[in-house]
């Protein structure tokens, strides 16, 4: 009998917030895939070890993926990730993929999930705490309330027009493009949070943009709030 991928959301960073299917499903995995060279260079890694015990006596598979946009190149690491969890499954292993947040938020898992499934493999998402959730609980507030929308932006791309939607916005991994992000920030006069690390023992908040570093923590999200509800 063949094993089954679980691709397992451990939450944003504090592994209190793992849920009790996720500690249950990584805890009866014999096998675990971090996205990273190594399980002490993992973040959803050293969350999960946080509750979940012995998990230093599972097998580990490493599967690490380039910072890239190049298409060719990251579905060549996917399918070569997919073929070292279908050794596992094919031994009949069941293999936890620990992944930040959600599995389904921006994730780099969900692309080896897709592969994985197509090639018949029997595959499951078990869902985590989403980044900016904890963040809006970490400030105190809504991110929406009655009939405001909501949108979740990938920042490592233009947001230019995004930044024009009406409702409350979340910069996702703004890290990377913080300087671009503040400048257009200010551009609008629009106001923003911005939590670096939320949950765990590094976590910044910065209160408005002014306050925001040039460079930041990879795992920093900016809340734009369209009404200010405190």
Same mark, same amino acid.
């Given at each position: 009998m063949k094993g089954t991928l679980y691709g397992v959301g451990v939450g944003p960073g504090d592994p209190r917030l793992m849920t009790y299917l996720a500690v249950e499903t990584v805890k009866n995995c014999p096998v675990i895939a971090v996205p990273a060279e190594g399980r002490e260079h993992a973040v959803s890694y050293r969350i999960a070890a946080g509750i979940v015990k012995g998990l230093d006596e599972k097998e580990c598979l490493n599967l690490s993926t380039p910072m890239t946009k190049d298409m060719q190149v990251l579905k &060549?690491? /996917? &399918? $070569? %990730? @997919? !073929?070292?969890? %279908?050794?596992? *499954?094919? @031994?009949?292993? +069941?293999? %936890?993929? *620990? $992944? *930040?947040? +959600?599995? $389904? =938020?921006?994730? $780099?898992? =969900?692309y080896i999930h897709r592969i994985v499934r197509a090639r018949g493999y029997e595959t499951q998402i078990i869902s985590g705490i989403p980044s900016f959730c904890a963040v809006a609980a970490r400030l105190g507030g809504s991110l929406a309330d009655r009939s405001e929308q909501l949108h979740i932006i990938p920042s490592t791309y233009d947001i230019e027009e995004a930044l024009t939607y009406p409702g409350s916005k979340i910069l996702m991994k703004a890290a990377s493009k913080l300087s671009v992000v503040k400048d257009r920030l200010k551009e609008k006069e629009m106001k923003g949070i911005m939590v670096e690390n939320c949950g765990m023992l590094d976590e910044h908040i910065y209160e408005n943009v002014? !306050?925001?570093? &040039?460079? @930041?923590? /990879? /795992?920093? =999200?900016v809340v734009v709030r369209e009404n200010n509800h405190d």
């Open positions: &060549e690491n /996917y &399918e $070569t %990730a @997919a !073929d070292q969890i %279908a050794k596992q *499954l094919d @031994a009949g292993k +069941d293999v %936890a993929y *620990l $992944t *930040l947040g +959600d599995p $389904t =938020i921006y994730s $780099t898992y =969900i002014d !306050d925001m570093p &040039e460079r @930041a923590s /990879y /795992y920093s =999200i």
